[in-house]
Structure formats: C-alpha cells, structure tokens
C-alpha cells in the first residue's frame, strides 16, 4: 500500500473515530474499542473495525462498522449478524493542481494538526503554448555589389557597306552584393493560464437546528426538520463531504415508521448524496431506555459564481410518527475542498 493510501486512511478512520465518539456523546452511550487481544467488555457499540478484503460474518457485533483498507469501502452498521453492501470512500478523481501547502486537520476543540508531508505529485501537462509574436520589421538593403570588370573586346567586324564593324559582345554580370544584417526579434507570447487549485484543508461543522435551541421534528403527518445553513464555501469551488446524523428516540420506534434525509445548497450549488440508514437500541447508565437513528451522509457540491454557499441537511418524517415519539437530533458535517470550476 502506497504512502498516499494509508495517509488516507489513517485519516478516514480518525474521522469516523471522532464522528462516533461525538455520536455517543449525544445519545449518552458507550464505546467500546477492538484491539489485538479481543474487545472490551462493554456495550458493543459505535466501533470501527479494519482489514483487507471483505469482512467475515463472524467479525464484529450488531451495531459496528469495518474499513476495508484495500477497497476503501466502508461497511456496516452490522444488524442481525450481517454486514451490509460496502459504501466507497472513494469520491471523484479531482483535477491535478499545482504542489499544495502541507495539509492541516482542524480538530473539534479548535486545535490544528500538521499533516504529514505527502510525496510529491506527479509532473503537470505542459500548458497550451502562447500565440506567436508579430513578425519583426524587415533589415536595411544591404549596399550595391562592386561594378564588373568589361568584357574583352570583340573582334573587329568585317567591313560594312558603311565601313563600320559590328558591335562587340556583352561583357559578363558582376558579382552579387553582400547579404544585409538580420532584423530584430520579434516580442515574446502571453503566458498560459494557470492550472486548477489542488485539495484544502478539511472544515468541522457542528450541526444546530436552523430555528435555534435544541433541534427536534414533532408531526403527525410526514414533515421536515433542517439545520442551520453551515459551510460558507467559496464561489466556483468543488467540494466533498460526509455527515454524521443521530436521532435519539425517547421509545421504540414502530415498523411501519419511515424516515429519510436530504441534503441541499444554496446560491445555485450542485449537491449529490447518498445516504446510510441504521437504527437500534442503546443501552448506558444516562440513558437505559434509549433508541438511535443514524444516518451516514457522503457526496459531493459544485459552487456557482456566488460567494458564501451554505449546506443545509433535512431531516425526514416520512409517516407522521414523530409526534408521539420525542426526539433530539444532532450532526456534524466534513467537508473539503478538492478543486475548483472554471
């Protein structure tokens, strides 16, 4: 596995890490984490599993999720003793920029962390060359060759009926003159444009309830409850995020009940997602009767000409149960900067 890689992963796992302990925190339950002599007898839940290829049915209890680290898929939450369809962690292949700053991870408390310094990339295209200068001015005509020697004199011609001979031959052309001096070069072409910027730092939103105070959904039909704007992310820019959403539930929530999320942009972005659903019981000494919906969001927004675009995540009733199952949700978003948009 390449440097590249496992700096990728390394920082994919510390994300989840940190999404999943943020998620515990906010639902009051525990983690429990794997190590090489087995787990930790606690709650078996909110822990991230790693290795290659595809996970056993064996490996892991209800609740965890797995990173294969050749693949970079995500798998999981594990129910009923099955590991679900993976999720790439993968997202598109960004234009190649020029050589970045060292990269900086910005924690939740505020702090920043070197990263390690990356190899160095890979040589750019040649940029399209500049429009050919004018043509210079002509040079100055070089001076008139040196006249030719006469030609001898023809011989004498016989007599006419006048009495004069014929005129001689022509004598031979001289030689040419010397070449005059070169003309001044001409000015040189504009400069190429200058290529596309390379990846940024990672940005760490804590979701708030767009209508302030704690952030709940309560309908007896199917509703929406969306967040605070957040990202203030810069006009012709390509990003990639993943968001973490945790609805705790005061009661079981019922079979029929159904719920989705969606994430939108303002300022004419272009947003594209996709969504994990996974829902469960969790059990710890603050919250012994405690149910959790957990939604993992990753995809992608394309910034218009507009500074200052903001995300926003909705979070979905789709059959009106909400209203007699209280609730509290709460989130919080990755995003990165990967390009930008010419």
Avoid at 308 to 319: E, H, P, R, Y
Wanted: one cysteine or more; hydrophobic letters at 40%.
């Amino acid at each position: 596995m390449s440097l590249t890689s496992r700096n990728h992963l390394h920082l994919v796992a510390r994300l989840l890490a940190t999404a999943l302990i943020a998620v515990a925190t906010c639902v009051g339950g525990s983690i429990s984490i794997a190590s090489a002599s087995g787990r930790l007898l606690a709650a078996p839940i909110n822990t991230v599993l790693n290795g290659t290829g595809a996970p056993a049915a064996s490996l892991g209890s209800n609740g965890d999720f797995y990173i294969d680290k050749k693949s970079f898929n995500m798998y999981g939450p594990k129910a009923n003793g099955h590991w679900p369809l993976p999720v790439s962690l993968r997202g598109p292949i960004g234009l190649m920029g020029p050589v970045g700053l060292s990269g900086k991870v910005v924690t939740a408390a505020g702090g920043v962390i070197a990263g390690e310094r990356g190899a160095t990339g890979a040589k750019g295209e040649t940029g399209t060359a500049g429009p050919s200068g004018p043509s210079g001015t002509p040079g100055a005509v070089g001076p008139i060759g040196l006249t030719g020697a006469p030609g001898s004199a023809g011989p004498a011609g016989s007599p006419g009926s006048s009495g004069a001979g014929s005129p001689g031959a022509t004598g031979a052309t001289g030689a040419t003159g010397a070449t005059g001096p070169v003309g001044p070069v001409g000015p040189t072409g504009p400069a190429g444009a200058t290529g596309a910027s390379g990846s940024s730092s990672i940005q760490v939103v804590d979701l708030l309830s767009s209508a302030g105070g704690a952030w709940t959904i309560s309908s007896s039909s199917p509703a929406k409850s969306a967040s605070a704007g957040f990202g203030n992310l810069e006009a012709n820019k390509s990003y990639q995020f993943t968001i973490y959403l945790t609805d705790r539930l005061a009661a079981v929530l019922d079979n029929a009940a159904a719920s989705s999320v969606e994430v939108t942009g303002d300022n004419s972005a272009s947003v594209q997602f996709n969504s994990v659903y996974a829902y469960g019981k969790v059990s710890s000494p603050s919250f012994a009767n405690a149910y959790t919906i957990s939604e993992v969001i990753t995809g992608t927004v394309v910034t218009g000409s507009a500074s200052a675009t903001n995300l926003t995540v909705k979070f979905i009733d789709g059959t009106g149960w909400s209203s007699f199952n209280a609730n509290t949700l709460a989130g919080r978003a990755y995003i990165q900067q990967v390009g930008s948009v010419s």
